[in-house]
């Protein structure tokens, strides 16, 4: 027969639980009556934990919160004889008596039993042999080793007991049973994935009945956030204390929500989700160590696949991977699989992607061994930087350096890891390697003219890629520190063991140069156009070149960076003009901005149609940013909401887009002229 209980305070005639206390127990297991006897108690009710659904009856969650409530440990089933409310009071009155006798003789007995631990411990703790130390369950660690722990919870493993690539994203941004049969598979998966932990001290979740025994050698004290009503205590906090237990579950989420980082899902590359089930699950040490096309097939032959899905997966790992998985190492994955944080709630991996961070890195290995061979063996780093007279190249590098750590601190600490990973590939990539690095060349051509600025480089040299490599370090942990290792050391610094116990870079106010990045923003922007002036037929063939200067300013600072200009962009002049200037005959022509166009002087090569195609793309550009802009500014409205300080800006764009398709067309025309002068 069924039982059922209505209410916390009072049982129903049809049934009756009749209830035992005690202080120490918090849950319990619900039998199935034995129906031999009607007064006969329900079998598993002293049984221990876990608390299950209660097969007596599916409306069983009104019983559960009795027994959190109240501790029961011990249920008793009785017959439909109804018990009138006077002798239920007297009872219950009769039973919490008996609970807080039993609770005085728990505490006694406890506080007995820790004092005799104690004076045990005390005696024979320093008489014990390393040999009966060693014979223990688990090895006792002394905690005055081990200052400010940090403790890091793992990915859970998923059924099968090991990890697959979406738990590789967790260790690039973080039940018993399980643990000794697969946590060494996956504690290997966490090391090769760059998991920066205390290997010594793993241990189990506290869930696991070793870590009572663990507390009870290191005497930690047993905090108990419950009252006996079930509500949340003091040492719960005070934001959560009085609150009902599954209350304050809720209010914990919400208050984790501003401090937790939802990783999206990692699909494969053709959006299905991962699962054994298919076949299309990657292992993260497949994509690290690399594995051929056959060992992908014996991977799945091991699984536990019907013979058509065999089939079916072993077609896609022939689709997705012909040759097998190349080896890309652990920081190319993690930079990867970061780097892909920004598409939404679901992550389409493209291995291919990998490989070319994995490529990545040999860039990084290039500039290090460029900088081994310019700093020579018996350079000294310099404690600080005088930026003020360094060439202006130095300074505009240590000006984006700035910018790029500022971006990604902000970055980490607003969780946007996608935009970090951008802050710091497109510093070493587009403005470390491919301007500073080739524009300081010629400073160590063994010219004379050239040695203070040859000094100054190499100090800048030095810092960029010390700074660098400790921004980059928590994306490519392994990479970074075996570059950072080879750098020479500062003067009269300790320097740190690791790069990653060392300081993380700062943003250093007085290298910020606004002005000198403005001016290498041209620059940029003229040996751009310069380069695809050339032809792709000669790409080695130094030309000369002209820059046409509309303005003082601009003049100026294409004068100023002449030498970088004739290094990055391989032309083997570069003649300045003005407005006044006729261009010659036979030159290609591109513009930059509204106050700067660069012409190539190809002579006999010069190709016509394909001067024009660029004119014309460059036209279309140019007007549809006009046309966009003047629509804005003249929709209902603007006027009356748009500050005028926005009003003063975008009439400056609209000014510049005019004067730049005024160039284009003065363009094609000086393009016409020379095509019919040739």
Known sequence: MPFLLSTLDRYVPIGVFRCRYEPVADS??????????????????????????????????TARRLVLK????????YSMDPIEDQDLERKLKKEQKAKLKEEKKLKAAQKAEAAKLQAQRSSDGAKKSERKQRKRDVEEE?????????????PPPNVTGALHIGHGLTAAIQVWKWKNEYGGTILNQERRLGASLDWSREITPAHDPNDFEVGKRHNLDFINIFTDEGKININGGADFEGMPRFAARVAVIEALQAKVYLHPMIRDAHGQKMSKSKGNVVDPLEVINGISLEGLHKRLEASN???????????????????GIPECGADALRFALVSYTAQSDKINLDVLRVVGYRQWCNKLWNAIRFAMTKLGDNYAPPKMLVVESMPSICQWILSVLNKAVAKTISSFESYKFSEATTAVYSWWQFQLCDVFIEAIKPYFMGSSQFESARKAARDTLWVCLDTGLRLLHPLMPFVTEELWQRLPQAEGTCRKES????????????????????????VNGAVRKLRSLRPQS?????????ALCRGHDVSNSIKAYELEILTLATVSSLKILTEDDSVPAGCAVDVVNENLSVYLQLQGTLNAEAEWEKLRKRR????????????????LGYKEKAPLTIQEEQMKKLNSYLEELKIIDEAEQDLKRRIQGI
């Open 142 to 154: 002394n905690p005055e080793d081990f200052m400010d722990p940090v403790t890091l919870v793992l």
């Open 305 to 323: 696949l019907d013979q058509n899905e065999l089939e079916r997966a072993k077609m896609d790992q022939i689709k997705d991977f012909p040759n």
């Open 28 to 61: 319990i297991h619900l039998g199935t009556p034995d129906r031999s006897s009607p007064r006969a108690p329900c079998r598993g009710a002293t049984s221990p934990p876990p608390v299950r659904r209660c097969r007596l009856n599916p409306r069983c969650r």
């Open 499 to 522: 790069i990653m116990i060392s300081e993380y870079p700062s943003v250093v106010e007085a290298w910020t140069n606004e002005r000198i990045e403005s001016d290498m923003e041209i």
């Open 620 to 635: 279309e550009e140019a007007q549809k940013k006009h046309d966009l802009l003047s629509q804005e500014m003249n929709s």
């Open 538 to 546: 000669d790409k080695s063939e130094r030309y000369p070149a002209l």
């Open 70 to 77: 109240s501790r029961l440990i011990a249920v008793t089933a």
